[in-house]
């Protein structure tokens, strides 16, 4: 099946400071991305869609400016936390759906910690 | 895309089925029934879908009722390594767009699976 990869598996990163975390779709262009946050003992949370060469589209509730998401190829996107705080402290997971089977799928997730 | 209706958990013992319900009253005749299961600290991972038929893979069967309004995910022989969340989805597989709606998660049921 897709594969999709997650960079870093896990990141610590003090208050304050901005964090990136890569997506990429190895074995299939994605034109259409997602990226999903889930706290502790909660469900996945879409936060926002990005095609390929366009803006993402955000999921209410979800400031643009802080998450900066980025989907410059077919087989990339990066979200960026920008001055994270420790309530941004989650689990990110990325979609990515393939434009020949229709289909989403998801990588391994981030562990983001702010302290 | 309609809303689904999960139990938050279940118990099955080791090498008995695990038959996981959901029900999905306003289903649209065009949206497809999708099971997600997300073990600890993952990404999420595909195991089916069906629009109206009963279908079967590797991983689980699925049993849609003549209505679509209710399914069930069965796991014939359940092992220690199917404890996850199960997340039933419906969605769009292909709008009028040509392209699938994005997939919208629930609380889902949580299934231990026990010696």
């Known amino acids: 099946g897709a594969v999709v990869s997650q960079h870093p598996s896990r990141v610590i990163c003090k208050s304050g400071t901005s964090v990136k975390i890569e997506c990429r779709s190895l074995d299939f262009q994605a034109t259409t991305m997602f990226w999903y946050r889930q706290f502790p003992k909660q469900s996945l949370m879409l936060m926002a869609t990005?095609?390929?060469?366009?803006?993402?589209?955000?999921e209410q509730g979800v400031e643009k400016d802080k998450f900066l998401i980025n989907h410059a190829s077919l087989t990339l996107s990066t979200l960026t936390v920008t001055s994270a705080h420790p309530e941004d402290s989650s689990f990110y997971i990325c979609?990515?759906?393939?434009?020949?089977?229709?289909?989403?799928?998801f990588g391994p997730g981030t562990r983001l910690t702010v302290t | 895309d309609a809303k689904t209706t999960q139990p938050p958990s279940m118990d099955c013992a080791e090498g008995r089925a695990a038959n996981l319900p959901c029900n999905h009253s306003t289903i649209s005749g065009n949206e497809y029934v999708y099971w997600y299961r997300q073990i600890h600290s993952q990404g999420p991972q595909y195991i089916i879908h069906?629009?109206?038929n009963n279908e079967t893979n590797e991983m689980a069967s699925l049993i849609i009722t003549e209505d679509r309004k209710s399914s069930t995910l069965i796991l014939p022989h359940a092992t220690l390594r199917d404890t996850a969340v199960y997340y039933c989805i419906v969605r769009v597989a292909r709008g009028n767009t040509g392209t699938a709606s994005k997939l919208t998660f629930g609380t889902g049921t949580r299934l231990q699976v026990t010696l």
């Open positions: 990005s095609n390929e060469g366009s803006k993402a589209t955000y």
């Open positions: 979609s990515a759906r393939s434009g020949s089977d229709n289909e989403q799928y």
């Open positions: 069906g629009l109206k």
